[in-house]
T-cell receptor
Framework: DAKTTQPPSMDCAEGRAANLPCNHSTISGNEYVYWYRQIHSQGPQYIIH???NNETNEMASLIITEDRKSSTLILPHATLRDTAVYYCIVRPRGSQGNLIFGKGTKLSVKP | GAGVSQSPSNKVTEKGKDVELRCDPI?????LYWYRQRLGQGLEFLIY????????KSGLPSDRFSAERTGESVSTLTIQRTQQEDSAVYLC???????????????FGPGTRLTVL
């Protein structure tokens, strides 16, 4: 799986948008970008994934650059409950087996 | 529908005892994964089951660790002769059929926190 690079930590004010970047400059054409998060003392939670088009669901939006070498996860109105470690993972279409979690970004949402 | 469930949620055991951890995947999910997460650390892959294929055991840290899965249903992870370094949260995840599927989004359970005294 392609390597990803994320900042180790970020802060965000409650109610503001949280924009979490991820670099994946070696991504190949058939690899998807996935985002998961892990709230303290819970199992990881799937957020969203995309290939090349921007995606939106009830949790977040995913913006992928045209060259696909980076992406941004957007939480439009961050709440205190969004405080978590956010993981960006790239993975080939149809791949099997375990996810490889990097160190992620620790997002702290502050009142 | 119901998510992935794991039991027990917490387990405290003495060094040298055997423990069994249980995972109930989401109904219809053919793939099942076990991961371990030590305090303050990332997730470590342990084992992966997919349908009737031979499991991928490449992540098991020693022969004290084993896992079984009944068909495409419940799985148990067994740790024999537990050691203090086995203390961790053990996480189970399941996904729909990968391979031909576009994605194999994994859904995680809440984990079992194992403490070996």
């Amino acid at each position: 799986d392609a390597k990803t690079t994320q900042p180790p930590s970020m802060d965000c004010a409650e109610g503001r948008a949280a924009n979490l970047p991820c670099n994946h400059s070696t991504i190949s054409g058939n690899e998807y970008v996935y985002w998961y998060r892990q709230i303290h003392s819970q199992g990881p939670q799937y957020i969203i994934h995309g290939l090349k088009n921007n995606e939106t669901n009830e949790m977040a939006s995913l913006i992928i650059t045209e060259d696909r070498k980076s992406s941004t996860l957007i939480l439009p109105h961050a709440t205190l409950r969004d405080t978590a470690v956010y993981y960006c993972i790239v993975r080939p279409r149809g791949s099997q087996g375990n996810l490889i979690f990097g160190k992620g970004t620790k997002l702290s949402v502050k009142p | 529908g119901a998510g992935v469930s794991q039991s027990p949620s917490n387990k405290v055991t003495e060094k040298g005892k055997d423990v069994e951890l249980r995972c109930d995947p989401i109904s219809g999910h053919t793939a099942l994964y076990w991961y371990r997460q030590r305090l303050g650390q990332g997730l470590e892959f342990l084992i992966y089951f997919q349908g009737n294929s031979a499991p991928d055991k490449s992540g098991l840290p020693s022969d004290r660790f084993s896992a079984e899965r009944t068909g495409e249903s419940v799985s148990t992870l067994t740790i024999q002769r537990t050691q203090q370094e086995d203390s961790a949260v053990y996480l189970c995840a399941s996904s729909l059929v990968p391979g031909l599927a576009v994605t194999d989004t994994q859904y995680f359970g809440p984990g079992t926190r194992l403490t070996v005294l």
